[in-house]
T-cell receptor
Framework: DAGVIQSPRHEVTEMGQEVTLRCKPI?????LFWYRQTMMRGLELLIY????????DSGMPEDRFSAKMPNASFSTLKIQPSEPRDSAVYFC?????????????FGPGTRLTVL | AQKITQTQPGMFVQEKEAVTLDCTYD???????LFWYKQPSSGEMIFLIY??????QNATEGRYSLNFQKARKSANLVISASQLGDSAMYFC????????????FGTGTRLLVSP
């Protein structure tokens, strides 16, 4: 079975440019999470979707960040304009439903470097 | 307040020996789930093992077992017969209640397995 798919795996861009990160969840998983990982702050939950609807975006750091899930098979996280402090690894994770016992499965992550 | 505490920033173990990675948690919710993830140097987050608060027995998955002591609020990961490939960061995480609650991660423990 294919796991969570993220693209690109690595992205290097210059400050001010738009960055789009992509995620394809595991088939049948109804919940999708975007995380950011940095050395300083560890793993932070940015936003969560359930059945394609954003449920909690309180972790999105600024208006420069936006996320969409147009269908059950695809989600994007966009940063516009990007800044050097956005450099991090961005993970997409999915799970079957909305139960406390559900396991989240992570994608391989996108390593973003903003120069 | 920190809900998940991993007090060991780093651990060393020799190949073929067992190692215990500590995790304590804080919650007043009687229903919760505890998770362990492995993050090798390649960066991906790999789900290892899950323990529910109502589970009567300690969870086991191959060489991984979870030493669940509910009264002490600890959920230590035990890796038996360590292998060189076990060298990685290990994260403990907790989700409270039923329905959506955030998966809260600890700061991680870096395990180094030596030959």
């Amino acid at each position: 079975d294919a796991g969570v798919i993220q693209s690109p795996r690595h992205e290097v861009t210059e400050m001010g440019q738009e960055v789009t990160l992509r995620c394809k969840p595991i088939s049948g998983h109804n919940s999708l999470f975007w995380y950011r990982q940095t050395m300083m702050r560890g793993l932070e939950l940015l936003i969560y979707f359930n059945n394609n609807v954003p449920i909690d975006d309180s972790g999105m750091p600024e208006d420069r960040f936006s996320a969409k899930m147009p269908n059950a098979s695809f989600s994007t996280l966009k940063i516009q304009p990007s800044e050097p402090r956005d450099s991090a690894v961005y993970f997409c994770a999915t799970e079957v439903g909305q139960s406390g016992t559900d396991t989240q499965y992570f994608g391989p992550g996108t390593r973003l470097t903003v120069l | 307040a920190q809900k998940i505490t991993q007090t060991q920033p780093g651990m060393f173990v020799q190949e073929k020996e067992a190692v215990t990675l500590d995790c304590t948690y804080d919650t007043s919710d009687p229903s919760y789930g505890l998770f362990w993830y492995k993050q090798p140097s390649s960066g991906e987050m790999i789900f290892l093992i899950y323990q529910g608060s109502y589970d009567q027995q300690n969870a086991t998955e191959g060489r991984y077992s979870l030493n669940f002591q509910k009264a002490r609020k600890s959920a230590n990961l035990v890796i038996s017969a360590s292998q060189l490939g076990d060298s990685a960061m290990y994260f403990c995480a907790m989700r409270e209640g039923n329905g959506f609650q955030k998966l809260v991660f600890g700061t991680g423990t870096r395990l180094l397995v030596s030959p």
